[in-house]
């Protein structure tokens, strides 16, 4: 079956660093992909997202590119911030089916001073 | 335009016990869904619809009941609270054109089965 599998965390972070969360997926057919963001407490919200191959989502700072030769779909920002912190979660979705989604486990983002 | 509510947001239950989680969307999305979230596993879908009238089962459906006599409302409902069904839960919806759509959470329920 469909699956998606994300880096372990807590990644830990110094304001302004670098951020790659590494997320791969196993599907047939053509998938859609998300990042999910979740922050203390609340509900996930949708980050961004990607239709077909090579397409980019964009949102907040924080990129990703459907990459189908590579069955991957990583999370990237030039430099993060405290408010970044929260659970990111790789997602994906196939038409039919009530157009599930199928989750990674999700990964902790903390962000220090 | 209040998105996806649930109610409680907080239960606590002795195993045994019956109780239904209240979700609620005034988007007037087809598609609505309920998943569990446990540590170590991401979420995991319980129950699906696809309209009223229509549900079916996701990934984990066992101890669980669900129906939707309405487009707005998708109750879950536990009718022997486990132990093992302590978890957080979500209840999320969505248009169901295609699979480029959104889908919207609500804040959760968090269930502690004693």
């Known amino acids: 079956g469909d699956s998606v599998t994300q880096m372990e965390g807590p990644v830990t972070l110094s304001e302004e660093a670098f951020l790659t969360i590494n997320c791969t997926y196993t599907a047939t057919g053509y998938p859609s992909l998300f990042w999910y963001v979740q922050y203390p407490g609340e509900g996930l919200q949708l980050l961004l997202k990607a239709t077909k191959a090579d397409d980019k989502g964009s949102n907040k700072g924080f990129e990703a590119t459907y990459r189908k030769e590579t069955t991957s779909f990583h999370l990237e920002k030039g430099s993060v911030q405290v408010s970044d912190s929260a659970v990111y979660f790789c997602a994906l979705s196939k038409g039919g089916g009530g157009n599930k989604l199928t989750f990674g486990t999700g990964t902790q983002l903390k962000v220090e001073l | ?56 089962q996701g990934e984990v ?47 959760g329920t968090r269930l502690l089965v004693l």
């Open chain 2, 1 to 56: 335009n209040a998105g996806v509510t649930q109610t409680p947001k907080f239960q606590v239950l002795k195993t045994g016990q019956s109780m239904t989680l209240q979700c609620a969307q005034d988007m007037n999305h087809e598609y609505m869904s309920w998943y569990r979230q446990d540590p170590g596993m991401g979420l995991r879908l319980i129950h699906y619809s696809v309209g009223a009238g229509i549900t079916d």
């Open chain 2, 61 to 107: 459906p066992n101890g669980y009941n669900v129906s939707r006599s309405t487009t707005e409302d998708f109750p879950l409902r536990l009718l022997s609270a486990a132990p093992s069904q302590t978890s957080v839960y979500f209840c999320a919806s969505r248009r169901t054109s295609g699979n480029q759509e959104t889908q919207y959470f609500g804040p």
